[in-house]
T-cell receptor, first 112, second 113 residues
């Protein structure tokens, strides 16, 4: 079945760039997503990318998609302490138009 | 994006009891889903709530344990029945408009003692 993998933890200094990586197995995924979960909160949709795109930029966020390697990354420029959260990568299930398969989440810690 | 609310936001329950979680959306949506997030884990889809018909459950989840209602296009409930400590999780409602995006509610944090 489909699988989505992420590294568990990333620590960066405030002002630096953060890069969170994700690999997936389903080559027929149509959409890939990044969600943010702050402590005690639900999931916030940050951005998503269609599978025929290589890159998408939205203010401080840049998503890169390498379909050949099935690799997705989220770059956060000028990382702030408010960016500290868990970031989930998700892909849309190939057999269901709407089911999302989530990775285990990457905990980002931004040090002052 | 839709504004989604869930009630209760958190609860502590005794084993053997049941809890019903409500999800309310501020606009009509095509799709409503229920996910579970076990402590320190990722999200797993429990079921798709279908308006006017029985929910569609994912492998490993059954209607007797997680009955779901969806009486209209803006509201759904999930009941966690005959709870055990293993049911301690965050339960999240999500909605989709039939397009590419899916939005999540704030979640219900459940602790079963």
């Amino acid at each position: 079945g489909e699988d989505v993998e992420q590294s568990l933890f990333l620590s960066v200094r405030e002002g630096d760039s953060s890069v969170i990586n994700c690999t997936y197995t389903d080559s027929s995924s149509t959409y890939l997503y990044w969600y943010k979960q702050e402590p005690g909160a639900g999931l916030q949709l940050l951005t998503y990318i269609f599978s025929n795109m290589d890159m998408k930029q939205d203010q401080r966020l840049t998503v890169l998609l390498n379909k050949k390697d099935k690799h997705l990354s989220l770059r956060i420029a000028d990382t702030q302490t408010g960016d500290s959260a868990i970031y989930f990568c998700a892909e849309r299930d190939r057999d269901s138009s709407y089911k999302l398969i989530f990775g285990s989440g990457t905990r980002l810690l931004v040090r002052p | 994006s839709a504004v989604i609310s869930q009630k209760p936001s958190r609860d502590i329950c005794q084993r053997g009891t049941s809890l019903t979680i409500q999800c309310q959306v501020d606009s009509q949506v095509t799709m409503m889903f229920w996910y579970r997030q076990q402590p320190g884990q990722s999200l797993t889809l429990i079921a798709t709530a279908n308006q006017g018909s029985e929910a569609t459950y994912e492998s490993g989840f059954v209607i007797d344990k997680f009955p779901i209602s969806r009486p209209n296009l803006t509201f759904s409930t999930l009941t966690v029945s005959n709870m055990s400590p293993e049911d301690s999780s965050i339960y999240l409602c999500s909605v989709g408009d039939g397009g590419e995006t899916q939005y999540f509610g704030p979640g219900t944090r459940l602790l079963v003692l």
